[in-house]
């Protein structure tokens, strides 16, 4: 970190990190990291530079188990809802009716042509969250989603209660009405 900070130094002890190892979500296989003809080794050197940072948390899966990397990728995730709560964002442990109908305005909180910052303010924080699409829980299963359009304005929403799948878009669509009926990935 040439001087910057101080940086992990290696652990010791029981449990090192063997190589090669998967990344958290299982999509990468890390080996040592290779500089020219120097190896690196997060057992051995600790976080000898910024490319040592898949190890570590590797290092950290070891000492505290999973929950903590878990915790970790959704860093970003919980900070954003922190500052949605402190302006008054209703938290996402609320899960949406079983017993909703699509409405000219939407789908009970939920509503079509409202900006992001103005669906939270009404239907609450999403369970996910993914690209253009907000997702809230239904009591008992199912989901509730929203995508929101190029422009940020909520333009379809989808309701799902066991197999049943009711999906109404803005521009077209009738109160009441579904104006397609498919299968959503889980």
């Known amino acids: 970190m040439n001087g910057f900070g101080a940086q992990g130094p290696p652990r010791g002890g029981d449990n090192p990190v063997q190589y090669p190892f998967k990344s958290w979500d299982g999509r990468v296989t890390f080996d040592r990291q290779k500089t020219g003809y120097r190896v690196f080794d997060i057992n051995t050197m600790g976080v000898a530079h910024y490319g040592l940072y898949p190890d570590w948390v590797e290092d950290l899966r070891h000492v505290a188990g999973d929950q903590i990397v878990k915790d970790l990728s959704n860093g970003a995730e919980g900070y954003l809802e922190m500052w949605e709560r402190a302006i008054g964002i209703t938290p996402r442990y609320v899960c949406k009716s079983r017993h909703l109908h699509f409405t000219r ?8 042509g409202i900006s992001a910052e103005d669906e939270l303010r009404s239907a609450g924080q999403p369970l996910r969250r993914s690209g253009r699409t907000y997702g809230y829980c239904v009591k008992g299963g199912g989901s509730v989603r929203v995508t929101f359009g190029k422009r940020g304005m909520a333009n379809r929403i989808s309701y799902r209660v066991g197999r049943r799948v009711r999906t109404q878009t803005r521009r077209g669509a ?12 889980r």
């Open 105 to 112: 305005s939407g789908l009970g909180n939920v509503a079509f």
């Open 174 to 185: 009738r109160a009441g009405r579904s104006a397609s009926v498919r299968s959503l990935p």
